[in-house]
């Protein structure tokens, strides 16, 4: 809980991007963050106030010389009762404002008054984005320490036009924040993880595949929890539902070989934790069209061949990571079958779970694990996988501290 009770005030600027300030609001304050709005004149022609404040539940302070304000807190209090200054959407203009000092409006104000760390997240149409002063004025906010998330690249809003210029989701803004102000120790920090996750989908044909029930929840907890502590993360993920994970380089994969060849793209690394649910096997020829029906009512027989490894591959490469974790997703005797894998795989730590269909754990949000160890069981009591993700980050890094 990063932002549980941080200040942050919000400016909404006049774009058509503003609409998604909305669920920026209620998104920061969902993770208790106090949002303190603040709209240049031209944001009113996008969103009303009275949708700002009411999901703020703060009052909207948009002027400059009110009375009122000036008495109550003051443009200058504004600007530092705060942790953060959020501009989302930062327009052209905004961004130009401040990057030369400009201060005609309560917006530009606090952002020339604020001593806190100031984030940008741009928004405007692909060729204000690219014209010289827009990138000027970019370049030198960058320099005087303004942080920037996006713009990202894509459909803009008003439709037409695509490029770079849209603001980045209201999720990776928040994410953002919580990156700039976790103060949380970096025990990674410098350390090179790779982390595996989802399921793969072997092709039957173009249309067909075998896969299996892995939602990918455990496996992008751990990244996260990687990175957070510091770590440089490379996720590998098979085919999921899940966000992109904040702070995190993913590579998307759908097959175990093309997961396989984007581990070992992804080695060097100190710290390798397997949790996808690799198919063990794919059908050997996969049909380069959709297989038909036959009219006599005979099936197709697949015959599977098996796929790689990964996590043997790792554990048994010349650049084996310092420190080599996988799972054990099994349905019966649990500890001893995890046990022969710990040596047939040649990992330090395996993570073993008991995944028959009545735990629930395979696509839940829970998880009750065990950790096999050369030197022993370790048994964890049921909890979220993100508390299994923060407790497995903490023994890594209490491993890797060990000389
Ligand atoms: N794993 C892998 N590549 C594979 C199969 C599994 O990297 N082709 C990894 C998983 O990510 C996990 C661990 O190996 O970390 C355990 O996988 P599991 O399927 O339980 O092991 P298997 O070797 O398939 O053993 P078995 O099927 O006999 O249970």
Request: glycine share 8%; proline share 5%; aromatic share 2%.
């Amino acid at each position: 809980m990063i932002l549980k009770d941080k200040r942050i005030l919000l400016i909404v600027a006049g774009g058509i991007a503003a609409y998604k300030s909305l669920d920026l609001i209620r998104r920061l304050r969902e993770r208790g963050a106090v949002v303190i709005p603040v709209m240049t004149k031209a944001a009113g022609e996008f969103v009303t106030e009275l949708a700002v404040g009411a999901l703020a539940a703060r009052k909207v302070h948009t002027d400059l010389f009110s009375r009122e304000d000036e008495v109550d807190v003051g443009h200058i209090r504004l600007a530092r009762d705060c942790d953060l200054v959020l501009a989302a959407p930062a327009t052209a203009d905004l961004m130009a404002k401040m990057a030369n000092g400009l201060a005609n409006d309560l917006a530009s104000t606090v952002l020339i008054a604020t001593d806190r760390p100031v984030l940008m997240a741009p928004a405007m149409n692909p060729r204000m984005w690219a014209n010289p002063a827009v990138a000027r004025n970019a370049a030198q906010l960058r320099a005087d320490g303004v942080r920037f998330i996006g713009p990202m690249r894509g459909e803009m809003a008003e439709g037409g036009e695509a490029g770079l210029g849209r603001m980045a989701e209201p999720l990776d803004i928040v994410a953002e924040v919580e990156a700039l102000l976790d103060r949380s120790p970096k025990p990674l920090a410098g350390k090179r993880a790779i982390v595996t996750s989802g399921p793969t989908h072997e092709p039957i044909d173009p249309v067909r595949y075998i896969a299996n029930r892995s939602s990918g929840t455990q496996g992008h907890a751990i990244a996260s929890a990687l990175a957070r502590a510091g770590a440089d993360v490379v996720l590998v993920s098979g085919p999921v539902a899940l966000a992109d994970p904040a702070g995190v380089k993913v590579v998307h994969v759908e097959r175990a070989e093309e997961m396989r060849d984007a581990v070992l793209a992804a080695l060097p690394a100190d710290i390798a934790v397997m949790v996808a649910a690799v198919a063990d096997w794919r059908v050997a020829t996969a049909a380069g069209e959709k297989i038909k029906k036959s009219a006599d009512g005979s099936v197709p027989s697949l015959p599977l061949t098996e796929n790689p490894d990964i996590l043997r591959t790792v554990g048994h490469h010349q650049q084996r990571p310092r420190l080599v974790v996988g799972f054990a997703a099994e349905t019966s005797d649990v500890e001893t079958n995890a046990r022969a894998k710990l040596d047939r795989k040649g990992a330090d730590l395996i993570v073993a779970n008991d995944v028959s269909p009545e735990t629930g754990i395979m696509g839940g949000k829970r998880n009750t694990v065990a950790l096999i160890g050369r030197d022993g069981v370790e048994r964890w009591p049921d909890m979220s996988k993100e508390e299994v993700a923060g407790r497995l980050v903490a023994l890594i890094a209490g491993r890797l501290a060990e000389v």
